[in-house]
């Protein structure tokens, strides 16, 4: 995290925190995403089945009649590396291939990330109410708020205020926030997140986030956001003219 710096809320006045602590962890994710992409090289023979990559019921961010092109996200909410994927490369990626390739997003939280297992829950309690997507947005837009210490400088474990952000998002979503809470501490909703480790583990993940592009681990070569963008959308793009 970061270090050995001035805090950046008393350098200047008129900068809301919000955007303060959202730039803090883009600096830091940026940094943390070199890190991710060499755990994530393999020698290309990852994949694994229909079954085990997307199970009966998985959530979809976008989804195409036909599923030709299929990506899968393994990711932890509280993880700088997928805030930094999601904020330089799949946000503009969902926006950019509307309407041409199926997204799912599948849980792999980490144990060194405290409040990825919340989160992950928050997220799959909003999709029992068909408002995944809006809490899936809301957990990385508002990534600071609650994943962070309120100085933006480590890993927060402050499960009260995430909770209480979470339930904000909620609320934004239009949800009923009574059923969201119940399905929220539910052993049906646990046991979906203990599935998603159990299908990434047997898929060999071990770090987030790691892709599954048609069934195949996509691995990349370059070290920055811009150069691993350009290689997925390089492979979503042969597949789509295959």
């Known amino acids: 995290m970061p270090s050995k710096t001035r805090n950046p809320v008393t350098a200047r006045r008129g900068v809301s925190l919000n955007v303060i602590l959202t730039a803090i962890v883009v600096v830091v994710a940026v940094a943390v995403i070199g890190i991710v992409l060499l755990a994530n ?5 990852g994949g ?23 990506v899968v996200e393994f990711l932890d909410f509280q993880c700088p590396a997928c805030a930094s994927f999601y904020e330089n490369i799949t946000k503009k990626l969902e926006q950019d291939y509307a309407g041409r390739f199926t997204f799912v997003p599948r849980n792999f939280p980490l144990q060194s990330h405290p409040l990825a297992v919340p989160a992950a829950r928050a997220a799959e309690a909003a999709g029992k ?7 899936y947005h809301a957990l990385y837009d508002g990534y600071a708020s609650w994943a962070l210490t309120e100085d933006g400088k480590s890993t927060s474990d402050d499960l009260p205020r995430a909770t209480a952000r979470f339930e904000e998002f909620a609320t934004a979503a239009g949800l009923d926030l009574d059923r969201f809470r119940a399905d929220a501490a539910s052993p049906e909703v646990q046991a979906i997140i203990d599935q998603g480790v159990a299908d990434g583990t047997k898929l060999g993940v071990d770090s987030t986030p790691t892709f599954f592009i ?9 070290s920055t956001a811009g150069e691993v963008d350009r290689e997925l959308r390089a492979a979503i793009d042969a597949r789509l003219a295959g």
């Open 214 to 222: 048609n069934g195949e681990k996509f691995d990349p070569q370059g």
């Open 41 to 45: 090289r393999s020698d290309g023979s």
């Open 48 to 70: 694994g089945s229909n079954e085990t990559l997307r199970p009966a019921g998985s959530h979809t961010l976008s989804q195409v009649a036909g599923d030709k092109v299929t």
């Open 129 to 135: 109410q068909g408002k995944y997507a809006q809490m």
